[in-house]
């Protein structure tokens, strides 16, 4: 079974740039999300999709940051313009989604952001 | 909300020497309860879980965990370390019903002397 990929694996840019990070989750996994894990720190939920539509979002930083998952299937996380405090690794998971039953959720390699 | 709280942000363990991450969780119902290692420049790696049953847990690599409800701790095991477990360890709670809300806690380096 493919894993979830994610593309690219690192980035480098300069501040106020724009840029967008790319997964594609385990096939037939309906739950798909994206967290931001700034380095010595846990990763933080940043927005998390059920098929095509978000069911959180409360930690989205919405003036600069922007997430779609199109036909319920692959996402795109897009950060612009970007600022220092975004470097970061930006991982993406998915899992089955039933609502309550095996939500076990498996990660890609995460796309590692710098921003200088 | 739920929360994650794991107090110890580095351990430093000799190869052979038995080993115990700390967990506590806050949360109003019995929550799913994960344990993920994180190796250099990787992303998470499932290590065990607790859905429900049996409050003792077995995973891969020879890791144990424990729920303990009256303590609201799912403390992590290993009876002997080796240096290649040297990693980032994550516990993470979920909440049972509903849309899956996985939140981790800050992580515990461990480090393997030889």
């Given at each position: 079974e493919a894993g979830v990929a994610q593309s690219p694996r690192y980035k480098i840019i300069e501040k106020r740039q724009s840029v967008a990070f790319w997964c594609n989750p385990i096939s037939g996994h309906a739950t798909l999300y994206w967290y931001q894990q700034i380095l010595g720190q846990?990763?933080?939920?940043?927005?998390?999709?059920?098929?095509?539509?978000?069911?959180?979002?409360?930690?989205?930083?919405?003036?600069?940051?922007?997430?779609?998952?199109l036909k319920g299937v692959d996402s795109t996380l897009k950060i612009q313009p970007a600022k220092l405090e975004d470097s970061a690794v930006y991982l993406c998971a998915s899992s089955p989604g039933d609502r309550g039953r095996n939500t076990e959720a498996f990660f890609g390699q995460g796309t590692r952001l710098t921003v200088v | 909300a739920q929360s994650v709280t794991q107090p110890d942000i580095h351990i430093t363990v000799s190869e052979g020497a038995s080993l115990e991450l700390r967990c506590n969780y806050s949360y109003g119902a019995?929550?799913?309860?994960?344990?993920?290692?994180?190796?250099?420049?990787?992303?998470?790696?499932?290590?065990?879980?607790?859905?429900?049953?049996?409050?003792?847990?077995?995973?891969?690599?020879?890791?144990?965990?424990?729920?303990?409800?009256?303590?609201?701790?799912?403390?992590?095991?290993?009876?002997?370390?080796?240096?290649?477990?040297?990693?980032?360890?994550?516990?993470?709670?979920?909440?049972?019903?509903?849309?899956?809300?996985?939140?981790?806690?800050?992580?515990?380096?461990?480090?393997?002397?030889?």
């Open positions: 846990g990763p933080k939920l940043l927005i998390q999709f059920q098929n095509n539509g978000v069911v959180d979002d409360s930690q989205l930083p919405k003036d600069r940051f922007s997430a779609e998952r | 019995t929550p799913y309860l994960f344990w993920y290692v994180q190796s250099p420049g990787q992303g998470l790696q499932l290590l065990l879980k607790y859905f429900s049953g049996d409050t003792l847990v077995q995973g891969i690599k020879g890791f144990e965990a424990e729920f303990k409800r009256s303590q609201s701790s799912f403390n992590q095991r290993k009876p002997s370390v080796h240096w290649s477990d040297a990693a980032e360890y994550f516990c993470a709670v979920a909440q049972l019903t509903g849309f899956q809300k996985l939140v981790f806690g800050t992580g515990t380096r461990l480090l393997v002397s030889p």
